[in-house]
């Protein structure tokens, strides 16, 4: 038996063996789809909130008003369900008259908000906890100075506060208070939290409600029907 015939040895064997290369880990595509709904959802409420909700706030504060009551209303919200795109007429149904709200349940001064894409029907604002995701990020975005200040140079030592107030002002705080014996640290458990209550806030308040709707349809008639809003309520309180 020649050379070239006979089996290779253990050591042999051992030798030839390529090492296993680390290979990167592919990400469970269930796990992508769970990641892109979160990124999608969130973007979808940020644009919400920064085109819809923020600017009619802010008006109202400039005009010296606490409180906001935003209605939005779903693309889909007119469209009668089991409807098609045109009408046995051959008319489109996109209703783009002007919607009204005849009356509000609780009497409030409502601002109504059309929205608008496939992105706004009622199918994803119905899901669940879409809408109190939108509340959440709508408080951090109008509480969000008063969350991150930034530190003030001249309070570098832990800031004190006299006992004997139990109501102080917003800007109180930079006020030199030089009595040790009416004074304790606000680094104390518990004392921040309480400073942070005292502070002005930003309630928000978000909820899927029926609401009685009304438009004009093609042929000149006034339409009346129920449908589910998102009805947004801000009160800047101090």
């Given at each position: ?148 200040q930034p530190p003030d140079p001249q309070l570098k030592a832990p800031e004190t506060r006299p006992l004997k107030h139990s109501k102080r002002g917003f800007f109180s705080r930079r006020s030199n208070n030089s009595s040790p014996q009416t004074t304790q640290p606000l680094d104390r458990p518990g004392v921040v939290a ?45």
């Amino acid at each position: 038996m020649s050379k070239d015939t006979l089996l290779p040895s253990y050591e042999e064997s051992i030798g030839n063996i390529v090492p296993e290369q680390d290979f990167p880990v592919e990400t469970p595509k269930g796990q992508k789809i769970l990641d892109q709904l979160t990124v999608t959802r969130t973007q979808q409420i940020l644009s919400v909130i920064e085109e819809s909700i923020y600017p009619r706030v802010e008006h109202q504060a400039v005009c010296g008003i606490a409180k906001t009551t935003v209605a939005l209303i779903p693309s889909d919200a007119m469209v009668s369900q089991g409807e098609d795109t045109k009408s046995e007429f051959g008319f489109e149904n996109n209703q783009t008259g002007r919607i009204e709200l005849p009356s509000f349940p609780s009497g409030e001064d409502v601002q109504r908000v059309q929205l608008e894409g496939p992105m706004n029907r009622l199918e994803f604002w119905k899901q669940q906890g879409i809408v109190r995701e939108l509340e959440r990020l709508l408080h951090q975005r109008l509480n969000v100075s008063s969350q991150h200040q930034p530190p003030d140079p001249q309070l570098k030592a832990p800031e004190t506060r006299p006992l004997k107030h139990s109501k102080r002002g917003f800007f109180s705080r930079r006020s030199n208070n030089s009595s040790p014996q009416t004074t304790q640290p606000l680094d104390r458990p518990g004392v921040v939290a309480e400073e942070n209550e005292a502070q002005a806030q930003v309630h928000v308040h978000a909820n899927l409600e029926e609401l009685c709707l009304r438009t004009m349809s093609q042929f000149g008639l006034y339409e009346t029907m129920t449908r589910q809003c998102i009805v947004v309520r801000v009160n800047a309180r101090y």
